[in-house]
């Protein structure tokens, strides 16, 4: 890989097909230039790693001198604490457990399969709202809405106030793309801004649902008395802005790069439409194939590791690219070949180990009903632009827009 591999990545012209970069990045599964980040691409030792306790996900581990880490200000001068993505055992486990009380099992174990009809029903009505314009911006029309609408729903977050945060979150997802040219104080400033504005608005929620609770989540977060106590403040106003925005950036771009994918590839959404069930193994296969989150650029060391001949110093940058590593021949038979019949797929999609997506079962739900509905009510689907423009993010990718013509809706 040539000096310039990270810049690579990070280039927007290749967003639309990085999977050539990663193919390159493999020769080198440990990958390191001049101060950069270690870069790791193949399978087995991304995998590894993210089950290694010698690897930390709290930035305030890292002390060398490495660039390429994400935008974020030193953690004494940011509005909120680091949600539990960012954190370690034991604290990590502790509010990670906390918040799955109200959320999955063994105390709340209906609570995502409750949502399968309300689930549903939003993604009829929006699939309504399309109407028989014949063209359609899937993303503004459906994948974005879906989703945000959900995670406002679980959370008890007031629909109306979703642009308000539509832009806390665009900048903070952008933050988390590593920049090594960008001037990191200018967008550690525009992060910290946001992460202040949404922690406020979110404190007025919390107030008001500990007046009046409801079934939401964050009503019963905010109200808990498990076995770990209530969670403070501020612990509470980190969790609640980390689901917000991981429950909002991501199942976007698994939906549209679903529906892109299918696109392309009209015998498999033929099949989707003759048979709804085909969306689940459907659904494990594109977050192998086209990963939301392409790869993740914020662990550090805590002790020297060795991995493959290669020694990392303590306190070094770790860049774990996911999606090179759900393309690596060395794990999957043909990986360059999407293949929904695959049994064999253990991707690297919602991550693994300690920190492996919190929100699966939800995203998993979202991407079955809305792709499946689409493929059976939308008449005709075409892609209007391939490949589509993509927003600029390179660790959360997908398309900006995506342009469909269609001969109408299906009832
Ligand atoms: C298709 C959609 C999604 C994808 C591809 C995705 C992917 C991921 C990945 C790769 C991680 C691991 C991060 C790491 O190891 O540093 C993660 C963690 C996380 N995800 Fe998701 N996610 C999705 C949807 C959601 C939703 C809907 C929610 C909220 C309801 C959510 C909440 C979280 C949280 C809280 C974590 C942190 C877990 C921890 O640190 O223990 N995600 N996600």
Redesign the pocket.
Known sequence: MTQSALHQILDYANRPNPYPIYEELRKTPVFHEDDGPYVISTYYEIRSL?HDPRIS?DARNLTSTTGGGPAEPPQEESALPP???KLDPPE?DRL?RM?NRPFGPPHSPHRVDGMREELHDIVSGLIDGIGDTGRIDLVEQFSYPF?VTV?CR?LGVPREDEARFHTWADTLAASLDPDPDADPAGRGKEAHDARMELGMYLAGLIEERRKNPGEDMLSQLATAKGGDGPMSTMELLSTAA??LI??HE??V??ITNGMLTLLRRPDVLQRLREDPKLAVPLVEEL?RFE???QL?P?RTTLADIEVRGVTIPKGASLWLV?ASGNRDPQRFENPDRFDPDRRDIQHL???S????????P??RL??QTALSELARRMENPRLLEDPPPYRQNAVLRGPRHLPIACDGIRP
């Open positions: 993210l996900s949600g539990f993505l990590h990670r918040t989703p995670i679980l980390l689901l991981a429950g991501t199942t771009n698994l977050l990963p939301p989150v993740l914020q996911l999609g919602l991550g180990g300690i920190h492996s997506c919190f929100g699966a939800l995203a979202e991407a």
